[in-house]
C-alpha cells in the first residue's frame, strides 16, 4: 500500500485505528474451543466487527507462533481472509525481525512475498544491512523500532553518548539513509507522552505506529498532541481492550463496540487538528 493510499483511507474513514490481533487461545471465549481452528474463527468475527472502525490490523506473531503449526495455519488464514475481504486495511506483521542481510532476505521473503503483508516490525539494532533487504519491496513497509512503551526501553533506548544524542534518536537519524517515508514508520510507544515532540523533530513526516492504549494506559489525547502531522501520521494500536472487551457469545458486538469509540475520539481530534 502506497503512502497516500493509507492517509485517504484514514480521512474518509475518520480513523487511524489499529487493532492488535494479539489471540490467545486461553482467552478466546470457551465456546469457540468446539470450531476446527479457534483461533482463526475468533479474529474473523473480530476482524469483521471492528473493520468499520479501523484502517489497519496487527496480528502479532508471537500469539501464532506459541501454538505451532497450527498457529501458523491461523495466521495464514487470518491474512488470507482480510486480504479477500478487506483489501484497503493496512495488515501489519508484528514480528520483531532483523538478523544478518542473508536472513533478513528471507524473512523479507516470507512475509513480502509469501504473505503479501504490507508491513513488518523490524529491530535496528544490527544496523543498516539487517535492515535494508526488508526495502527492496515496493510498496512494503518497515516499521522500525524506535522508541518503545515498555518499561525497560529505559535501559538502552534513551542512553545518550557524549555529545547528548539519545540512543532511540541515533536509530531515527541513521535509519533514514536507508528508507524514507514512503516505505518506513517508526514505533513509538503512548505511554512515551511528550517525548513525541523529540521525534517529530526528526522524522516529521513520517508515519508512527503508537502501541501502547488502552490496556498499557498511554493517552490518545497526548499522542495526538504531541504526535500528529498535517497527513495525520499516525496508526494508533488497540489490542486487548478491544479484542477481549467481553469473554461470551457477544465477544464481537462488545469489540465493535469498543472500536467504536476510539473511532469517534480519534474522528474528534481529527477535526480539531
Known amino acids: 500500500m502506497k503512502k497516500q493510499e493509507l492517509i ?21 471465549p ?10 482463526f474463527s475468533f479474529n474473523k468475527a473480530i476482524i469483521d466487527a471492528t473493520a468499520p472502525y479501523c484502517v489497519a490490523y496487527k496480528p502479532n506473531l508471537a500469539f501464532y507462533e506459541s501454538m505451532g503449526v497450527k498457529g501458523w495455519t491461523a495466521f495464514e488464514a487470518t491474512v488470507e481472509y482480510l486480504r479477500t475481504n478487506y483489501p484497503n486495511h493496512f495488515v501489519i506483521a508484528d514480528a520483531k525481525r532483523g538478523d544478518i542481510g542473508n536472513t533478513s532476505a528471507m524473512y ?17 539494532y544490527m ?12 510498496d512494503k513497509w518497515v516499521v522500525l523500532l ?10 538502552f533506548q534513551l542512553t545518550a553518548d557524549t555529545e547528548g544524542e539519545r540512543l532511540f534518536e541515533k536509530v531515527l537519524r541513521k535509519s533514514q539513509e ?13 505511554t512515551q507522552g511528550r517525548m513525541f515532540e523529540a521525534v517529530r523533530r526528526i ?13 498499557q494506559g498511554g493517552s490518545l489525547e497526548e499522542v495526538c498532541k504531541w504526535g500528529m502531522n498535517g497527513d ?19 465477544f464481537a458486538e462488545a469489540a465493535a463496540g469498543e472500536a467504536k469509540k476510539v473511532a469517534e475520539e480519534m474522528g474528534r481530534l481529527l477535526d480539531n487538528a
Open 108 to 124: 523479507a521473503r516470507t512475509f513480502f512475498e509469501e504473505m503479501n503483508l504490507d508491513a513488518l516490525t523490524v529491530a535496528p
Open 127 to 138: 544496523g543498516e544491512d539487517s535492515v535494508v533487504p526488508f526495502l527492496q519491496y515496493r
Open 8 to 28: 485517504q483511507q484514514i480521512r474518509e474513514k475518520r480513523t487511524f485505528l489499529c487493532v492488535g490481533l494479539d489471540t490467545d487461545i486461553k482467552k478466546i
Open 178 to 190: 536507508w528508507g524514507n517515508d514512503e516505505n518506513m514508520m517508526y514505533v513509538v510507544g503512548a
Open 146 to 155: 524506535a522508541l518503545t512503551s515498555n518499561k525497560g526501553s529505559h535501559d
Open 30 to 39: 470457551a465456546h469457540l474451543l468446539a470450531e476446527r481452528d479457534p483461533v
Open 232 to 250: 495525520c501520521g499516525l496508526l494508533v494500536n488497540s489490542s486487548r481492550a478491544i479484542i477481549y472487551a467481553d469473554g461470551t457469545e457477544a
Open 203 to 215: 522524522v516529521p513526516n513520517h508515519f508512527l505506529l503508537v502501541p501502547g492504549i488502552g490496556a
